[in-house]
Structures are given as C-alpha cells and as structure tokens.
C-alpha cells in the first residue's frame, strides 16, 4: 500500500527565503506526482503535475523535482512572500488494483507561514 | 479553467439524517472522487467513479454511498449522518484513459458538521 510522507509539519521562514518541502513515498510505481496548496478551510489548488517520466517542473517561483527510485519530490519555493502561507499537500497516483482507475494518496502536508 | 463545484460550502446536519453532498465538474472528466479530510488524518479517499453508473470504493467507504447518473455529477450520500463524520468533505475530478496522465482538480470543498 502507498504511503506519502512529508517533512517537516511545519515551517516557518521569514519574508524572502529560499525553501524546500519535502514528500517521500514507499511505491516507485506511480504515474504522476502532484503539488496542491490549501489555504485554510478552502479545497486544494493544483500547483504542479509531475509525470513519472520528468525529473522536474517549474511554475514562477516554484520548482518541484521528482526522483522515482528513490521515492522522493521536491517543492522548492524562491523569495518566499506572505501570501505563500498556506499548507502545501503532495499526492503520488498509482494504478488502482482494480484495472485502469488512477487513484491519488495524499501526504498529510506542510503547513508553511512566511512572516513579513 | 477547469471547474469542481460543490453544491454547499457549510452544512450542520442532525444525527441519523440523510444527507447529500452534491459535486458538478464542467470538463468532461471520466474521473470523479469524494475525499473527507481530517486534522492530523490528511485526506483519505471515501469514493471514486471512473464512468457513468460505476463506481469503486476507496480506503473507508462505511457510512457512505454514492451515485452517478451524469458524467458531470457525482453526489456522496450519507445514509444515516453520525457525529464521527463530521469533516470536510473535498471532491475532485479528472481526465480518464490508461494512456493519459491525469491532473487533478478539486472543489472548495464542503464543512460537514452532524449534531
């Protein structure tokens, strides 16, 4: 069964770092991996899609990695800035046993603070 | 842009009522789930539907059922509403096929709370 780490729980940076968020999983055998922010009380935005076959992504300030064989992604965020606060989520999507439905497991999240 | 709307984004529901949560995409997605998230829990898959008229259980499918008579809706159905489901309930949908890679979208999600 895939299981989704992220480290650390928490963090909290002061305006204009540079940081990286962690997620591990347990079964290379994933499709995509996915980057999703939740700002409090409010569902999940997509922030960036990893195919199984791509090292890495970027959007603005964002840049996420993927390493399959070693179970590990990376969400580095640039010149952090106060509306970055919000709890950052990771999902890995594998093969359903089922036959062709693609199911997303989910971390447990980062919940980031940028203080001005 | 793709949009996963839930019909409520609070709703206070009284034990052993039944109770429906409904969820509408517009982009023709195949692929529809229904996720409850708790604190300290992440969020756990209750529901997914890859088709019209199909659907799959996920990882705690007790208490729940569900339904999906359109492509476009896909409503979770609370038979008898406990105050251990309480929670925030998340839908989301996406793309289909074995050769597509999928993105996810989700709702803004629906605050559960049984009395």
């Known amino acids: 069964k895939q299981e989704v780490t992220q480290i650390p729980a928490a963090l909290s940076v002061p305006e204009g770092e540079n940081l990286v968020l962690n997620c591990s999983f347990t079964?290379?055998?994933?499709?995509?991996l996915q980057w999703f922010r939740q700002d409090p009380g409010k569902g999940l935005t997509s922030l960036l899609l990893?195919?199984?076959?791509?090292r890495e992504q970027t959007s603005g300030r964002l840049n996420a990695s993927l390493d399959k064989s070693s179970g590990r992604s990376t969400l580095y965020i640039a010149a952090s800035q106060p509306g970055d606060s919000a709890t950052y989520l990771c999902a890995v999507r594998g093969r359903n046993s089922g036959g062709s439905n693609y199911k997303l497991t989910f971390g447990k999240g980062t919940l980031l603070t940028v203080n001005p | 842009d793709v949009k996963v709307t839930q019909s409520s984004r609070y709703l206070v529901k009284r034990t052993g009522e039944k109770v429906f949560l409904e969820c509408v995409q517009d982009?023709?997605?195949?692929?529809m789930f229904w996720y409850r998230q708790d604190p300290g829990l992440g969020l756990r898959l209750i529901y997914f539907s890859y088709d019209v008229k199909m659907k799959e259980k996920g990882d705690i499918p007790e208490g729940y059922s569900v339904s999906r008579e359109k492509k476009e809706r896909f409503s979770l159905i609370l038979e008898s509403a406990s105050t251990n489901q309480t929670s925030m309930y998340l839908c989301?949908?996406?793309?289909?096929?074995?050769?597509?890679?999928?993105?996810?979208?989700f709702g803004q999600g629906t605050r559960l709370t049984v009395v």
């Open positions: 079964d290379s055998a994933i499709y995509n």
């Open positions: 990893i195919q199984s076959s791509q």
């Open positions: 989301a949908s996406s793309n289909g096929g074995a050769q597509l890679l999928p993105e996810a979208f």
């Open positions: 982009m023709d997605h195949e692929n």
